[in-house]
């Protein structure tokens, strides 16, 4: 995936060697190397291939506790943004941090801008694929624009009144 941002030890660098391809249908026939399926085609996919070798994209209207089983499993978790105005994403991630306990690395896809990295973070994300036709190096500021969050978070589950 071109326009890669990744969280290495909480700094923010630009991906030029990302291994995982993005598959958006399963029509035809599939590239080879690490792929990154919608959620349906890796479950279809789980009995006829090793399931730690894909990874997985949930869409919006993707149940988070489908990958209960599997989680532990999996090498990357994708989540979708359709449209930057769809925010379902920023729950699934919350939820698969918090509540599955997902620990590796957990991908922002689709729609992905400068504006949103900083919450995005705040919910659990750890990479981002910036929308192709946007800069990854602006992008990056995008990660260095909040320095206090005043809520509660993945990163920071304490609000700020409890960090005095």
Known sequence: ??????LEEGVARIVTDDPWTL??????????GPLVLPLAGWLTRRFEHNPARDAVWLGPDDE?????????LLPMIAVDF???RDGRGYSQAYLLRTRLGWTGELR?????????????????????????DKSAEDA???????????????IEPRPLFRRR
């Open 1 to 6: 995936m071109n326009n890669l941002l990744r």
């Open 23 to 32: 598959v958006r249908t399963l029509e035809g026939d599939l590239p080879t």
């Open 64 to 72: 988070v506790e489908s990958l209960k089983p599997w989680a532990r």
């Open 82 to 84: 359709p449209s930057f």
């Open 108 to 132: 922002a896809i689709g729609d992905v801008l400068r504006d949103q990295l900083s919450h995005m973070r705040q919910c659990g994300f750890d990479s981002f694929a910036v929308r192709e």
């Open 140 to 154: 990056l500021k995008g990660l260095a624009g909040m320095s206090v969050s005043y809520g509660r978070s993945v």
